[in-house]
């Protein structure tokens, strides 16, 4: 696709080994711009796996109030809608109306045959300016769309760490079933808290430089 040029400076949000996030300006509309091209060339293939499961689990997920919507992919670069809000980790939401519209969003990305998978992380939840939420950064999304055992299995993980964040911020509002889902995590996410965790944290602190559960990189020039 053509990429007119904007006289308006990208904001970078992002930087790391697997390239830049900015907010950029293109024909006087604001979007996201992942940039596979900045990722460090030993990390390249990976970022571009990466970008392109993205923009499947985005395509699939067009029309979805919420969910930024897929507005280029052309094997270097991503675009994205941009969507007006706060991070989770900023806005610490706190009204149960949140929530229950992010059950719901929740329910259209598995209708839609999406598990995001990485909902752990509080910046992948946004808050938008009218306090509705909006989810992100679909990067490691489950986009094959079959609907059995496994993908019921990560779908339920996606609700769990929902619920996470609303003990964190509104626990007043959990239901006796959801504070025993929140005790009952998924085989494989008990065999990763005892088995790849730890090696996934240590890769993801010495190489990518993320300390700390809001998933941000270190910004490198």
């Known amino acids: 696709m053509g990429n007119p040029v904007s ?29 596979i091209r900045a990722a460090r060339w030993w990390a390249r293939a990976f970022a571009r796996r990466a970008a392109a499961r993205e923009a499947r689990a985005l395509a699939k997920l067009d029309g979805v ?27 610490q939401p706190c009204e ?3 929530y229950r519209d992010a059950l719901r969003l929740l329910a259209q990305l598995h209708r839609h045959g999406v598990v995001h998978n990485d909902l ?32 019921r299995l990560l779908a339920r993980e996606d609700l769990r760490h929902l619920l996470k964040h609303k003990r964190t911020y ?36 010495r190489v990518f430089g993320y300390w700390d559960n809001e998933g941000k990189g270190r910004v490198r020039s």
């Not at 919507?69 to 706060?86: S, V």
């Open 65 to 91: 109030d919420g969910v930024p919507p897929l507005l280029g992919w052309d094997g270097r670069e991503l675009l994205r809608g941009y969507i007006a809000g706060q991070p989770m980790q900023q806005a």
């Open 170 to 205: 509104c626990d007043h509002a959990l239901s006796k079933r959801q504070h025993a889902m929140l005790k009952t995590p998924a085989w494989h996410s008990r065999l990763w808290r005892a088995t790849g965790k730890r090696l996934y944290k240590f890769i993801a602190r």
């Open 7 to 35: 006289n308006v400076e990208p904001t970078l949000l992002k930087a790391d080994e697997l390239g830049r996030i900015e907010i950029v300006e293109r024909d006087g509309v604001r979007m996201i711009r992942r940039d």
């Open 120 to 151: 752990a992380k509080e910046p992948n939840w946004l808050v938008r300016s009218d306090g509705r939420p909006a989810l992100v950064d679909f990067q490691i999304a489950w986009t094959r769309g079959r609907r059995g055992r496994l993908f």
């Open 96 to 98: 149960p109306a949140y």
